[in-house]
């Protein structure tokens, strides 16, 4: 503080001189004392006219004079004249101050320093008078924080403690008028510009009258910005000023304007900052918790946000457990109500009473609010919350077609859909026909659980009500836009047709249950399409699929409808692989237990019915047509069928099929089968079929183990047929002589025929592909 000698006497002739002659007048030690006095005397005059004149001469011929000289002692005239008129400088300070701030501009480091020096005596005076100034001083001193001369900086410093004492012991401060201000200045990128901004925010945070959270969207992006500044100091402070406002934030979140910081903070949790990233997903995690549907409508851009930091390492582990919980937090204010259309939102939102709306109610429409810049809300007590489901399918779309993502990412994603599905059926509907490709391509991922995951979606859109098509069935035309690479369906295979009350002949129809849907057999013929044209994923996960499908869904229509479509493929080589797949599934596969206990007896006409159908397809395989006849204890049919294998191509792969095959009679899926060896009586064909497969078999290890097996049997002379066998026979299998034996059979060497004329067709244009060769 600068302090001046007051002992020069009052005299009218001193007066009258400086005014007359002030040209000349050297603002010095002695200037200064003479200017205390003049400015006393028009005090005590009250000649305001004279005292702004006194002013204006300092001000004009001094402190913004030309002459450095003239300048330093103008700035110690004004600095004299705040001390003179004491609790009245209020009166002038705009004269006082605006010159003072003028020379902060100046070349002159010490000029720079005088008027810093100068300025801080002004205010000291004027006190709480200083406040209607407050964004010019300060505007003024943020770029004094950033002066490269020490002494300038350190004494802003001193100018800074002053007005910041100022401002926390006076109850006028214009906080409106100031935020316009420091939302400019807090993008400064200069460190000791920031400093000053933070160290301001801090002091004006812990005022009790000064509710700097009301404005807080309009610096938390500037905030964030800086919490990435290169200095460890100023992002500790950022985030010491960051962590007050959260706790601000907890304590009165019904004063909190969270809709209008939900974009600031999707735009910085995707910060490559690591502390800006997690410092933002914290305060999404907080927001997420403490206003509820009022994020709803931001829900697109948080999934964009949060998603891809599921699948961080633990380098970053902190990041994802954040990102984690937002996810399952957001995931949660997904309701049921939500899949009401949008004028009963309406209605329904007109019939609530204001009173009985909290701050997780408050509602805001996402036309509105999603895509705004600043995210305001109008009246969010009366505008309903909308889900914006189809900027959330677009992000999870988005995110299952990006394969670079991250396997668990990945993951969530499908448990989003999933969420969705089971909360918001109908509208999701909307989007089936859009993410059914995605979905299905999914199935080839490398992660079982990524495929878990897809596979309970895909089944949840088969399963589900709502897509129930009204009025259409599965086949009635929709699936022949869906491509020529597709499998071809009949018109006549229709869900609407159940297996109860069709024929035994009739198996060309799929089935239907209350809980399959238009897009059940849909799922299978694109299922079966990939396995197609994806021979790789058939083999490595192929059963995997199948198996998992048969849990979520009924296995009966899984089986009846594959077994339906594959009778129409054109493509003979894959309905083989595919129905030898579905036999090993069926044989060997717990899941499927009832479904073989179903099949075991044939007691009831959908068994028999479900039999008839899979049969007209295994019969792209002729031994896995034979082990479904031995799982259905058709044993006298088995043996038929056998007898026909001498009039087929028997190649490796067959008797390779055959060898599985008497590997597989000795699991014990078929222990009910090797115990009815014990029953030679009344199960003559069953051992005959054995014999028969005993026969195809080359001289090896299975040849031995089966041949072992027929070994055990007792009483080898009653193999052969007699009336009273026929008899027993026929009564034991009463229940499913109602199956037209012939006619299967008749099938089976039709079938036959036609992967005969295939092989010999491919053979053949082989032979021409040779000789062409060798031409």
Known sequence: TVMWSMSIPKTPSMTQFALNHSHIVRVNRKGTQLTLELVREFVAQNNAAQIKHVIQILSQEFALSHHPHSRKGGLIGLAACSIALGKDSGLYLKELIEPV???????????????????????????GSVLPHFNVLFD??????????????????????????????????????FIPLLRERIYSNNQYARQFIISWILVLESVPDINL???????????????????????????????????????????????????????????????????????????????GRVMLPYSSGILTAVLPCLSYDDRKKSI???????????????????????????????????????????????????????????????????LNLDGIVQVLDCHLHDMTIGMMTRIAVLKWLYHLYIKTPRKMFRHTDSLFPILLRTLSDESDEVILKDLEVLAEIASSPAGQTEGQGPCDGSETRLGQSELHVPIKASLKTSPTHSSMKGTECSPSTPTMNSYFYK???????????????????????????????????????????????????????????????????????????????????????????????????????????????????????????????????????????????????????????????????????LYGLLMLLPQSSAFQLLSRRLQCVPNPELLQTTDSTKTTLGFKRSTATNIDYMELLQHFEHVQNKHLEVRHQRAGRGEHLDRRVVL
């Open 523 to 689: 799922f299978m013929i694109n299922l079966l399409r990939r396995f197609s044209s994806e021979r790789k994923l058939l083999e490595t996960r192929g059963a995997f699929i199948i198996r998992q499908l048969c849990l979520l869904l009924n296995a009966e229509n899984i089986f009846h409808s594959m077994a339906d479509i594959l009778l129409r493929e054109e493509d003979l080589k894959f309905a083989s692989t595919m129905v030898h797949t579905l036999n090993t599934i069926l044989l060997t596969s717990s899941e499927l237990f009832q479904l073989r206990n179903q099949l075991k007896d044939l007691k009831t006409p959908e068994s028999r019915n479900l039999f008839c159908c899979l049969y007209r397809s295994w019969c792209h395989n002729p031994v896995t047509t034979v082990s479904l006849c031995f799982l259905t204890q058709n044993y006298k049919h088995a043996y038929d069928l056998i007898q026909k294998f001498g009039d087929l191509e028997v190649t490796v792969d067959f008797l390779t099929e055959v060898d599985k095959l008497v590997q597989l009679i000795e699991c014990p899926i078929f222990t009910y089968l090797r115990l009815q060896l014990l029953d030679v009586k009344n199960n003559p064909y069953l051992i005959k079929a």
């Open 213 to 291: 959270l009301d404005y807080l969207p309009e610096i938390l992006d500037g905030l964030f910005q800086i919490l990435g500044d290169n200095s460890k100091e100023i992002r500790k402070m950022c985030e010491v000023a960051l962590g007050e406002f959260l706790k601000e934030i907890k304590k009165n979140p019904a004063s909190v304007k969270f809709a209008e910081m939900a974009n600031i903070l999707v735009i910085h949790c995707q910060a490559s900052d690591d502390l800006i990233q997690l410092t933002a997903m914290c305060w999404m995690r907080e927001f997420i918790q403490l206003a």
């Open 320 to 386: 994802k457990e954040v990102a984690n919980v937002c996810n399952q937090s957001l995931m949660k204010l997904v309701i049921p109500e939500d899949d009401e259309t949008d004028e009963g939102k309406q209605s329904l939102s007109l019939q609530m009473e204001p009173k009985e709306e909290t701050l997780s109610q408050q509602e805001v429409t996402s036309s509105e609010c999603h895509l705004c810049v600043s995210g305001s809300l109008c009246s969010t007590d009366k505008i309903p919350v909308t």
């Open 101 to 127: 701030l003028t020379c902060f501009n100046d070349a002159d480091s010490r000029l720079r320093y005088y008027a810093c020096e100068a300025l801080y005596n002004i205010v000291k005076v004027a006190r």
């Open 140 to 177: 003024g001193l943020s770029k004094l924080a950033a002066d490269p001369d020490p002494n300038v900086k350190s004494g802003s410093e001193l100018l800074d403690r002053l007005l910041k004492d100022i401002v926390t012991e006076s109850n006028k401060f214009d906080l409106v008028g």
